[in-house]
């Protein structure tokens, strides 16, 4: 069955450091893969896509992500988080009929 | 600028009163979805339309139900709400074949459940 999951329901790092959201995919082809952010009471914002080619994608407000197959994994990298990057974070697949999303992985940010 | 639009941002309802969520888009989209996101959750497919073909996810309560009058608009009816449907609810857009691009969302419109 097809499953988008996201190991870590929270993680936290301090404002400057770098940042990897671990994303993992379970679909019969290779899915078109996305990461969305959504603040607090809104809605989702495309932050990256990944359907083929370069396997490393890169995104709005400095994100990253890299698809690798051999490890089902699509990670969300930042080098140098800011606090107003203190956000959820989806990651997301799926194919022409539908999206589904993982459960979710709050950032915090410590100054 | 092209988007998609929900209204309202935030709906309180009574318990089991009728309550109807829109949903409007600029972008010209064939598809329209509509999701569910329970606090901390992820956002849950309620279904879709494609043009006007209705299609419901099966395990979409039946107290859900959608319109979708034209190509810019779609609704969310909760004909009985109780208090386990309050929830963001969230409308999002793409084109056939496009999905590649990602889903444009709204805002969401937050349900209160009293």
């Known amino acids: 069955a097809q499953s988008v999951t996201q190991p870590d329901i929270h993680i936290t790092v301090s404002e400057g450091a770098s940042l990897e959201l671990r994303c993992n995919y379970s679909?019969?082809?290779?899915?078109?893969l996305f990461w969305y952010v959504q603040s607090p009471g809104q809605g989702l914002q495309l932050l990256l896509k990944?359907?083929?080619?370069?396997?490393l994608v890169q995104g709005i407000k400095g994100f990253e992500a890299e698809f690798k197959r051999s490890q089902s994994s699509f990670n969300l990298r930042k080098p140098s988080v800011h606090w107003s990057d203190a956000a959820e974070y989806f990651c997301?697949?799926?194919?022409?009929?539908?999206?589904?999303f993982g459960k979710g992985t709050r950032l915090h940010i410590l100054p | 600028d092209a988007m998609v639009i929900q209204n309202p941002r935030y709906q309180v309802t009574q318990f089991g009163k009728p309550v109807t969520l829109s949903c409007s888009q600029t972008?010209?989209?064939?598809?329209m979805y509509w999701y569910q996101q329970k606090s901390s959750q992820a956002p849950k497919l309620l279904f879709h339309?494609?043009?006007?073909?209705?299609?419901n996810e099966a395990d979409t309560p039946d107290n859900f139900q959608s319109r979708r009058p034209n190509t810019s608009f779609c609704f969310l009816d909760i004909r009985s709400p109780g208090l386990g449907d309050a929830a963001m609810y969230l409308c999002?857009?793409?084109?056939?074949?496009?999905?590649?691009?990602?889903?444009?969302f709204g805002s969401g419109t937050r349900l209160t459940v009293v």
């Open positions: 997301a697949g799926g194919g022409d009929d539908k999206i589904i």
């Open positions: 990944y359907f083929s080619g370069d396997t």
């Open positions: 679909y019969g082809a290779t899915p078109y």
């Open positions: 999002a857009t793409s084109n056939p074949g496009q999905a590649s691009r990602g889903y444009t």
């Open positions: 339309y494609y043009d006007k073909d209705f299609n």
């Open positions: 972008l010209n989209h064939n598809v």
